[in-house]
């Protein structure tokens, strides 16, 4: 039993890193439209800049955990003046593309720099020890992981529901037109918000880096997994993004360790897509997605 | 287009029957006048750093060191290296290694990382006639059922790593066995070797469990580890590249060296220690197949490869430049390039290079036999220069470091 709440828990913190990255994704899709393929080289980039500010100038890993986001939202904001506004107006499909091409580019950079081989960082050393939650200790970075990640996708959703800001984008989410019928400006809103997005895969990237092995194709594999969440969940949907995260975190883990012995692999790996399949077959807009009304 | 189709087709079986004979040079023993090596490998992925493109330097370094031995008496000194980036992918490899045989003109193939990858080679090899020395991939099936008479392999496959890991940890202490593989054809393949080892020392897998691949996360596992009954002494991880990243960061993170788990792992380089410090895989075993800094004689090499490179080398990148010098001695003795005449003066052949201890070219099936090395990460504080990460605790001989012929191999191609 002590095992099972162990593994649960354990399945938590990775569903942290599927939680955060889909929250960005879907603060983009809701307000730009944008299906931001970008988002996992982002990720990465994120744990690029903690490593590069460690070995360059020597800066710990909290100082990474503040200007690697904040630097990275900045990098977000030209890429969206740059590119990405010029194509909202066409088929989201031109975006995806451009966005694709973004991540090779961005990958392959990375790569003619630092090499494929991953790329060392250390654990914090403040966190480097155990914490005992009562039924059994746990890795002091991981919990670290799990409430962080939990505390800004509770920020956001406070910021989104209680704020004016909040409420602008939620409305031009929704009924893009009606909001600017209102006199609301809401092209103002689109570059600040892509930033914010992009900052929050960078700062799983940060967290990512003492756990993970840092290298140009991290986020390769695991933007494919986002994807399926923010799909699942329902495009758009900030609720549903960060919920779904976390249930498919958890989900491959126990599909890990108690699924039947020969097929666990296999189930862990095709779980988010299975999934995927069957609520779109269901829901096609996904479990907390609205409808589009034309 | 359906005639232009059988046009191509016509003029492609032309070229690969006027392949097999002397392309110029008539009165050469040599096709071509020349020697070609083609170094094929992985130049842009996971494996790039291991091999790559210093691979082809070190074969390089073996040109110049045969034309410095020879000078006037060298067959010839129009000697060449051509290479190309076979991304890891079979389908890739296979029309590479074609083009190379066919256009380039090469004579021997050297490397071919990832062991899909090198079997598609290895037929190729067969196909066309032309030497190909197997450096990077660890399938033992280069040597069993897809042997064939073109074909070597060099330094090291899955029973030796297997052999050398499993059977010497279990023999020292680490009885109980909890092994980890990654979900594909080297991962299913290294996990029989490692368990047939660790059975037939006396010890005993008391659980093992097939990854994701790729993964990032391996805290399932190791939580489990500790769980287990009767407890494992030590995980077996049989990841390689990021994943080997991963699983060590974890094993770490979860602290399972002081919970009395230990940590073996099946494949190792020396670029995946510097890229993981030693401090993160301190007291680590794995089998190595050489090590740069076990002597002097390998030092005064590894020093000359630093100088052209920057870094230390692997195995692999020792085990290029030796495949390129026995196939040169080879030419050498026979006076020609001539494939059977090559592959009867390398079968049985007793070698010791500084790659090669105590080495042989085993006629059976092809198998390069050599000592190996049981190899310890250093503790941090023992670590006094860079890129010297380990200590070899133990020589295994050649003569059991790899498998008896397999009767699996029926030497084709004759």
């Known amino acids: 039993m002590t095992n099972f709440l162990e593994q649960t828990f354990n399945g938590l913190v990775s569903g942290s890193f599927l939680a955060l990255l889909a929250l960005g994704l879907a603060v983009i899709f809701g307000l730009l439209r944008v299906v931001n393929f970008a988002h996992g080289a982002i990720y990465m980039l994120g744990a690029f800049g903690a490593y590069v500010l460690a070995d360059e100038l020597g800066l710990p890993f909290w100082a990474a955990l503040l200007a690697v986001p904040v630097g990275l939202a900045a990098l977000g904001m030209v890429l969206e003046r740059a590119f990405i506004h010029r194509l909202t107006k066409l088929d989201p499909l031109y975006n995806f593309l451009l966005t694709f091409g973004l991540t090779l580019i961005l990958q392959d950079l990375v790569k003619a720099r630092y090499g494929v081989q991953s790329s060392p960082y250390a654990m914090p050393s403040a966190l480097s020890g155990s914490v005992d939650l009562g039924l059994f200790e746990f890795p002091a970075y991981r919990v670290f992981v799990l409430g962080t990640s939990i505390a800004i996708c509770v920020g956001v959703w406070a910021l989104l529901t209680r704020t004016r800001v909040g409420m602008v984008v939620r409305a031009a989410t929704e009924r893009p037109e009606l909001t600017r019928a209102f006199g609301i400006n809401v092209g103002r809103w689109i570059t600040p918000v892509f930033g914010f997005g992009v900052a929050l895969a960078g700062l799983a990237g940060v967290l990512a880096a003492p756990m993970r092995a840092v290298n140009p194709l991290m986020g390769a594999d695991l933007i494919i997994v986002v994807f399926a969440v923010v799909v699942i969940g329902g495009l758009g949907s900030i609720f549903g993004s960060v919920a779904v995260g976390f249930v498919i975190g958890v989900a491959q883990v126990w599909a890990e360790a108690y699924a039947p012995e020969s097929w666990r692999a296999l189930i862990a790996q095709t779980l988010p897509f299975v999934l995927m399949a069957v609520v779109l077959l269901w829901r096609p807009a996904g479990l907390f997605g609205r409808e589009e009304i034309a | ?414």
């Open chain 2, 1 to 414: 287009m359906k005639r232009f189709a059988t046009a191509l087709g016509a003029v492609a079986l032309l070229v690969t029957a006027c392949s097999g004979g002397p392309q110029s040079g008539g009165d050469s023993k040599l096709t071509g006048g020349k020697i070609v090596l083609g170094v094929l490998n992985d130049q842009s992925a996971g494996y790039s750093a291991l091999s790559g493109k210093n691979s082809v330097e070190a074969v390089k370094m073996a040109i110049e060191d045969f034309k410095a031995k020879y000078g006037d008496k060298a067959v010839t000194k129009d000697i060449e290296v051509v290479d190309a980036d076979h991304q890891n992918k079979p389908d890739v490899a296979n029309t590479k290694a074609a083009e190379f045989y066919d256009r380039d003109g090469v004579d021997v193939i050297l490397d071919v990382p990832t062991s899909s990858a090198a079997l598609k080679v290895a037929d190729v090899a067969k196909a066309k006639k032309k030497l190909y020395f197997n450096i990077g991939a660890a399938t033992t099936d280069l040597t069993g059922k897809s042997c064939n008479k073109y074909t070597f392999h060099y330094a090291y496959d899955t029973y030796m790593l297997a052999n050398g890991t499993g059977k010497n940890a279990t023999e020292n202490g680490a009885k109980n066995w909890y092994i980890v593989y990654p979900n594909y054809a080297f991962g299913q393949d290294m996990e029989r070797s490692f368990k047939a080892a660790v059975e037939k020392a006396g010890g005993h897998v008391v659980g093992e469990d097939a990854a994701p691949f790729p993964s990032d996360n391996f805290s399932t596992y190791l939580l489990k580890a500790p769980t287990l009954n009767p407890k494992p002494d030590v995980i077996g991880t049989m990841q390689a590249g990021a994943d080997l990243v991963n699983l060590v960061k974890q094993y770490n993170e979860f602290k399972l060296r002081d919970k009395g788990v230990g940590l073996s792992v099946g494949l190792m380089f020396l670029t995946d220690i510097h890229s993981l410090t030693p401090a993160a895989l301190a007291g680590t075993t794995y089998t190595d197949a050489w090590y740069w800094n076990f002597d002097a004689k390998n030092r005064e090499w590894a020093d000359k490869f630093k100088a052209r490179t920057g870094s230390r080398p692997t195995f692999a990148h020792a085990a290029n430049y030796s495949a390129a010098t026995q196939y040169l001695e080879a030419v050498q003795a026979a006076g020609t390039d001539e494939a059977d005449t090559i592959v009867a003066q390398l079968e049985g052949k007793k070698v010791d290079d500084f790659f090669l201890r105590n080495g042989e070219i085993r006629k059976a099936d092809h198998r390069v036999l050599h000592d190996a090395y049981l190899a310890q990460v250093k503790q941090p504080e023992e670590v006094k220069e860079d890129w010297d990460y380990v200590k070899i605790l133990k020589t295994i001989p050649a003569a059991e470091a790899f498998r008896a012929p397999s009767p699996d191999c029926q030497m084709s191609g004759a």
